[in-house]
């Protein structure tokens, strides 16, 4: 069984400029998460879809990030404009019932 | 919202001795604890977890039990071998049937000395 796939893996970014990443989760699985690890922290959840719908953006900040799964299978996450602390890996999750399943993630350095 | 709190942070033992992680939550309503290991750059890998309708789940070396009314559980890994050296993280959610957001500890580096 194919696992989580993230794009890109690294991404170096000046400050104020736009990024995007990208999630296919595992085949069959509805529900999809992003979540945010800060060095030397626990993961952070950013967003969480059922399906193609959101059902928890409570911490995402929306002023500049965004979030779509479009057809309830791949998903994108979007940062416009960066700042400096948006400095981290970014990983997406995903699960059929309780257990969630990462991806490698994405580590985005602002500059 | 949930709040989960993790010790230690650091927790070194020699190769074949036991550790032990704790970690305890704030959300009595929480009814799912499981627990990742984290290598160097790499992806967190689910390794055991726990919902609230047991007290306790081995897996070979590895064990959780949960204290519902003390609202704490913990990670035993007995016989410890030079690769279970990596950073463990908790997390705890309320999961109604489906899988919601986890909230996590912030981690403890194990270190396993040979």
């Known amino acids: 069984e194919a696992g989580v796939a993230q794009s890109p893996r690294y991404k170096i970014i000046e400050k104020r400029q736009s990024v995007a990443f990208w999630c296919n989760p595992i085949?069959?699985?509805?529900?999809l998460y992003w979540y945010q690890q800060i060095l030397g922290q626990g993961p952070k959840l950013l967003i969480q879809?059922?399906?193609?719908?959101?059902?928890?953006d409570s911490q995402l900040p929306k002023d500049r990030f965004s979030a779509e799964r479009l057809k309830g299978v791949d998903s994108t996450l979007k940062i416009q404009p960066a700042k400096l602390e948006d400095s981290a890996v970014y990983l997406c999750?995903?699960?059929?019932?309780?257990?969630?399943?990462f991806g490698p993630g994405t580590r985005l350095t602002v500059t | 919202g949930e709040n989960v709190e993790q010790h230690p942070s650091t927790l070194s033992v020699q190769e074949g001795d036991s550790a032990v992680i704790k970690c305890t939550y704030s959300?009595?309503?929480?009814?799912?604890f499981p627990w990742y290991k984290q290598e160097l750059g790499k992806r967190p890998q689910l390794i055991i977890d726990?919902?609230?309708?047991?007290g306790e789940k081995k897996d070979q070396r590895i064990a959780v039990t949960l204290n519902k009314t003390a609202k704490h559980f913990s990670l035993h890994i007995t016989e410890t071998q030079p690769e279970d050296s990596a950073v463990y993280f908790c997390?705890?959610?309320?999961?109604?049937?489906?899988?919601?957001?986890?909230?996590f500890g912030k981690g403890t580096h194990l270190i396993i000395q040979p």
């Open positions: 999750a995903s699960s059929a019932n309780y257990e969630q399943y």
């Open positions: 085949s069959g699985h509805a529900t």
């Open positions: 879809f059922q399906n193609n719908g959101v059902v928890d």
């Open positions: 959300d009595s309503a929480s009814n799912y």
């Open positions: 726990i919902r609230s309708n047991v």
């Open positions: 997390a705890a959610s309320m999961s109604g049937g489906g899988a919601d957001g986890l909230t």
